[in-house]
């Protein structure tokens, strides 16, 4: 039977024009070729970068690819502007007509990006640069670090509009601030500094100020490039939310990618580079040296069913 595997086509360069929606540069910024660290940006500092359907299909094909580049290690979301990262949907979309499709059909855009940043094997940090509400917040929930400041102010608006929790948000918050916050956050649908008691758990970093927020996180990228390896990043970030329903079903999920780490080029690149007194150059990718138990869970298809097309004149 003939085997289908997807491909993905890697661009030359990920830099956008200045003026578009989700802008995406090189850092540093000067350089031609891509770069292992990608800053990508809300750009609608005048809509306070209100995110469109179109800003979510780009940020989904960007963590999708980003994900098979090997010239990529960590990617940076910030916003433009100085008053918000993301005041969440734009309102002038209308998805009122979605109530009409059949419920099989049905997937919320956000939920398919926050899903794209989930299974991104690359370090996604977030750098809120101000405000962040809704999607704004839901959607980031699946980076692997999220550095705010005390300044700016984040909520999670749902039941004062009228909506339920999108974006996968409803597996990841309780599990980040605990059920009884979580409950709280979404009952008031207030906005609340990042200090606040009850968003403790959602960011890994608070700063004074919010233009300290982003150089905060080039600094931890450029750490992250020079001394981790982004395979066994992206394997304990699964291990810890695909985990076991146990602590023996945990010991037995452990294990096996523990002992073929062990054996795997990074680890040895690690202890070769100790002693000999240098910097280790981690290699490792999912595609070729993942561990044999990789992955350990039971995908779930998110996939629509596939429907034929309308019969058209040509035979086959």
Not at 62 to 76: A, E, G, H, N
Not at 251 to 276: C, R
Request: hydrophobic share 40%.
């Amino acid at each position: 039977m003939k085997e289908y595997v997807k491909t993905i086509p890697v661009p030359r360069t990920y830099v956008t024009r200045q003026d578009s929606h989700i802008r995406v540069s090189n850092y540093p910024e000067s350089a031609s070729e891509v770069t292992a660290i990608q800053i990508v940006t809300l750009n609608r500092p005048e809509k306070l970068n209100a995110i469109t359907d179109e800003m979510i299909n780009t940020l989904a094909d960007l963590w999708t690819t980003y994900d098979v580049d090997d010239r990529v290690k960590v990617i940076i979301l910030t916003g433009a502007g100085n008053r918000a990262f993301s005041a969440g949907i734009d309102l002038t979309l209308d998805a009122s007509g979605e109530k009409n499709r059949p419920v099989r059909d049905l997937r919320d855009p956000g939920g398919t990006l926050a899903l794209a940043m989930f299974n991104c094997s690359k370090t996604i940090i977030v750098a809120y640069n101000g405000l962040s509400v809704g999607i704004g917040m839901t959607s980031t929930l699946a980076a692997a670090i999220r550095i705010a400041s005390v300044k700016s102010e984040f909520g999670f608006p749902f039941a004062r509009i009228g909506l339920t929790m999108e974006s996968c948000s409803s597996f990841f918050l309780p599990r980040m601030v605990g059920y009884s916050n979580a409950t709280y956050l979404l009952a008031t649908g207030k906005r609340y500094p990042a200090d606040a008691n009850v968003l403790n758990g959602i960011f890994a970093e608070l700063l004074p100020e919010p233009d300290q927020v982003l150089p905060r996180a080039i600094e931890i990228a450029e750490d992250i490039v020079k001394n981790v390896s982004t395979m066994a990043i992206h394997l304990n970030r699964q291990m810890i939310w695909r985990n076991a329903s146990s602590a023996e079903a945990a010991h037995l999920m452990d294990s096996p990618l523990l002992m073929d780490m062990f054996g795997g080029h990074d680890h040895l690149e690690f202890k070769k580079s100790f002693f000999e007194r240098r910097q280790p150059h981690f290699t490792d990718n999912l595609a070729k040296d993942a561990p044999r138990t990789y992955p350990w869970w039971t995908e779930q298809s998110v996939s629509r069913a596939a429907q034929p097309a309308k019969p058209t004149g040509s035979k086959m």
